[in-house]
T-cell receptor, first 116, second 113 residues
Framework: EAGVAQSPRYKIIEKRQSVAFWCNPI?????LYWYQQILGQGPKLLIQ????????DSQLPKDRFSAERLKGVDSTLKIQPAKLEDSAVYLC??????????????FGPGTRLTVL | AQSVTQLGSHVSVSEGALVLLRCNYS??????LFWYVQYPNQGLQLLLK??????LVKGINGFEAEFKKSETSFHLTKPSAHMRDAAEYFC???????????FGDGTTLTVKP
């Protein structure tokens, strides 16, 4: 079974530029998560989808971050415009069940973003 | 609300020595608790999980953790460290009514030869 795929693995941009990350979850997984992991910290949930609907985006900085999962499968996370403090690893995870019950999350390798 | 505190951002042990990584949690409902390992440039891999069954949980790679409700702790142990155990370890808590997890800030384990 293929794992969670993310691309690109690395991205370097200048502040005020835009960037997009892509995630393809494990086939059949209903719930998808985007986490931000700043160096020296644990992952922080940005947004959680169940199929193509948003379950929780309370920690997403909506003035600059957006995410979508239009067909309930793969997802994109966008930052526009980027700030220096957005430098982090962006992790995508997926789980099989619905968002209101516990299901094991499977993580992708992450995208390391550096904002100069 | 839920939170996790990992005591000690860096732990160093000698190969063959006991590994003890500390985790304390706070949760308003009975929690699910997890330990993940992260190797450089890789995603998180689940080591073990507590989901209200046995309080002593055994995971992969010889790790285990004990859920102690009275101490609100879920410390990770391994009797004998290997060089390959060098990595970053994250403790996480999940509300049983929701899938999302809250992570601690991690503990970097160094294993000395």
């Amino acid at each position: 079974e293929a794992g969670v795929a993310q691309s690109p693995r690395y991205k370097i941009i200048e502040k005020r530029q835009s960037v997009a990350f892509w995630c393809n979850p494990i086939s059949g997984h209903a719930t998808l998560y985007w986490y931000q992991q700043i160096l020296g910290q644990g992952p922080k949930l940005l947004i959680q989808f169940q199929n193509n609907g948003v379950v929780d985006d309370s920690q997403l900085p909506k003035d600059r971050f957006s995410a979508e999962r239009l067909k309930g499968v793969d997802s994109t996370l966008k930052i526009q415009p980027a700030k220096l403090e957005d430098s982090a690893v962006y992790l995508c995870a997926s789980s099989q069940g619905l968002a209101d019950t516990y299901n094991e999350q499977f993580f992708g390798p992450g995208t390391r973003l550096t904002v100069l | 609300a839920q939170s996790v505190t990992q005591l000690g951002s860096h732990v160093s042990v000698s190969e063959g020595a006991l590994v003890l990584l500390r985790c304390n949690y706070s949760s308003s409902v009975p929690p699910y608790l997890f330990w993940y390992v992260q190797y450089p440039n890789q995603g998180l891999q689940l080591l073990l999980k507590y989901t209200s069954a046995a309080t002593l949980v055994k995971g992969i790679n010889g790790f285990e953790a004990e859920f102690k409700k009275s101490e609100t702790s879920f410390h990770l142990t391994k009797p004998s460290a290997h060089m390959r155990d060098a990595a970053e370890y994250f403790c996480a808590v999940s509300n049983t009514n929701a899938g999302k997890s809250t992570f601690g800030d991690g503990t970097t384990l160094t294993v000395k030869p």
